[in-house]
């Protein structure tokens, strides 16, 4: 039985937890640096077994357990990491301390 990448890297984040929750929310970013904090803040929030952010779309995949978190609160959690969401926006004391590569408000 063959699987290809995208499900050797998802299965075992989703095995064993049949009502985790999929969302997508859109993140603001640039580059790689911006990639690892969304998907750090994200990840650090208790519930949250996976996430992924894509950088082109400017998308966040995640799967979450809706017994213990919110999209809501993960958008918040991303926010105060410095980067703006649909729904909240990072202070700008937080944003002005990313590395220049990282930003991307004009």
């Not at 989703?14 to 985790?20: C, I, L, P």
Request: glycine share 4%.
């Amino acid at each position: 039985m063959e699987m290809d990448a995208q499900h050797n890297e998802t299965d075992h984040m989703t095995s064993g937890q049949a009502h985790e929750k999929h969302a997508m929310l859109n993140v603001k970013g640039s580059c790689e640096m911006c990639k690892d904090r969304i998907e750090k803040a994200a990840k650090e929030v208790e519930g949250v077994s996976f996430a992924s952010w894509e950088t082109e779309k400017q998308v966040l995949h995640l799967n979450y357990d809706p017994d213990k978190t919110s999209v809501d609160d993960i958008a918040k959690a991303v926010a105060k990491a410095g980067h703006d969401t649909d729904k909240y926006k990072a202070d700008q004391a937080t944003y002005d301390a990313l590395p220049a590569c990282c930003k991307y408000r004009n």
